[in-house]
């Protein structure tokens, strides 16, 4: 089997999936609780949440972002090689230190600002994040869908061997000490706001003397890098909505040609990211389901997990919506 550092793979056993919980702990604990229930009687075996733990947009009581975080750690700890969570594009931002935001409302202050002691070990555990997972049934996991650079094998290849700390440190190379404090200035010249301000609203930094005290800076020169551009693109597709039906399907053939690679033939891709009607939508010719647990499900009430079994050939998406669920 090929090893990618950024693919998880799964042989056998009763896999429940669940995706976009965005900070809902009244969702997330229904989902951990039916899945510890299901284990405890042999019916599952393994609990993956495809991305997008965090970035609640209700009040900020009802933001329970770290809460989650800091629940599934302890319970991979309890439950190792069974609890299971791929990085979503709402993670992404807080490893390279810029805002996400959608209209006027910006997503990353507050989780950065919660963080507190808990810092280091959330970002560890967020770095180590895999991106992509696989099972021997033919059915593969990631967050968002595939994206044009799936077809460009050195595109793909680099993300399954993706390092977020190696592309910071290259950008950090770039930004000697020197240089650093007219940097700030400028940056806050053209963004209309000094940096102090920027740093403290954005990345919860108060002094000059916090040794993060440049990482905005750092984030905002690595949104120009071309590497972070694919990387990007990877977590944010927006799958044929964005490109089409016929454009889509090639992304998607590749991507799985790809992840089949010293392991068995990838048929169908599992996704999350994108609002779908009834809780899920089959697509791509029958070879994607798209996954709908949480604030995507149109309605709420129609909020969908999945289970199937990993160890058991799977042709075609519909195949596997006799294992979807509803709470």
């Known amino acids: 089997m090929t090893d990618f550092p950024r693919v998880v793979s799964f042989d056998s056993g009763i896999t429940m999936v669940v995706t976009d919980l965005h900070g809902n702990w009244r969702l997330y604990e229904r989902y951990r609780e039916l899945f510890l229930a299901l284990y405890e009687q042999g019916l599952a075996q393994r609990l993956v949440f495809t991305g997008d733990l965090l970035h609640h947009m ?53 989780f950065e600002s919660a963080l507190g002691s808990h810092r280091q070990l959330v970002m560890a555990w967020l770095e180590g994040l895999p991106f992509y997972a696989r099972a021997q049934a033919g059915v593969a996991l990631c967050h968002a869908g595939a994206f044009p650079g799936t077809i460009d094998s050195d595109v793909l290849m680099d993300l399954l061997f993706w390092s977020h700390r190696a592309l910071l440190e290259e950008i950090a190379l770039q930004l000697p000490e ?5 940097l700030r200035e400028e940056l806050g010249r053209i963004l209309g706001v000094p940096y102090p301000t920027l740093a403290r609203t954005y990345l919860a930094v108060t002094s000059a003397e916090d040794p993060r005290y440049d990482d905005f800076l750092l984030g905002q020169i690595v949104t120009s890098s071309s590497r972070f551009d694919d990387l990007w693109a990877a977590f944010f597709t927006r799958n044929e909505r964005e490109y089409g039906e016929e454009r889509y399907g090639a992304m998607l053939t590749a991507l799985l040609a790809r992840l089949s690679q010293g392991y068995s033939s990838q048929r169908v891709l599992v996704t999350g990211h994108l609002a779908c009607r ?36 799977i042709t075609r998406a519909s195949e596997l919506l006799p294992g979807l669920g509803n709470i």
């Open 58 to 110: 209700g009040p900020e009581e009802e933001d329970r972002s770290l809460d989650i975080v800091l629940d599934l750690m302890a319970l991979q700890k309890r439950l190792p090689d069974m609890i299971f969570v791929l990085l979503g594009n709402h993670e992404l931002p807080h490893l390279y230190h810029i805002p996400l935001s959608k209209g006027d409302y910006a997503f990353t202050p507050r």
């Open 178 to 182: 020197d240089a650093r404090p007219a």
């Open 278 to 313: 009834n809780g899920y939508r089959i697509l791509a010719d029958d070879r994607q389901l798209r996954l709908a647990s949480g604030i995507h499900a149109e309605p709420l009430s129609s909020c969908r997990y999945l289970l199937f079994d990993a160890g058991r050939p």
